[in-house]
């Protein structure tokens, strides 16, 4: 290699050292992400897989059930920010066997996280509403209807 062509060869490495640099440092600022929102003082669990927390993290699903005959109507919602960067893509409603019964999807930056189902489901079932945020995870509440 020429003394000319191994400086060209020097500056590629040092622009690709840059951009990998930056990118550890956007992956290294979602890890502190995660854990600013999953730390001790949520006392956040793992349970199957997802994430549920005893003190109101805000990626937890908040539910409100209202029963009329044989139909249970179940209000979700995730006070959790809405952006492109980060945001809650879904909210899933799961029976307690983890089946799908509903889902709702949401624009980034145009919807709250926020839908109301209609569900025919029996008295006393116990059901999984489950928050899905594009950063950090799968979160969910369990209720009864
Ligand atoms: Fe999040």
Known sequence: MSAINR???????????????????VAAKA??????????EDQVE???????SKKGNKHMPIVKVEREGDIA?????VKHPQG???HIEAVHLYDEDRLL??????????????ATFALRVPQGAKLLAVGDCNLHGLWFTEFVV
Do not use: C
């Open 101 to 114: 019964i509903a889902s709702a999807y949401f624009h980034p930056e145009r919807s709250k996280p926020k």
């Open 46 to 52: 793992v349970v199957g897989g997802w994430l549920t």
């Open 31 to 40: 890890q502190a992400d995660v854990y600013n929102f999953a730390n001790e």
């Open 7 to 25: 400086r060209e060869a020097l500056k590629k490495v040092a622009v690709v050292g840059t951009a990998a640099a930056a990118a550890g440092a």
């Open 73 to 77: 109507t179940i209000a979700v919602e």
């Open 84 to 86: 492109a960067m980060h």
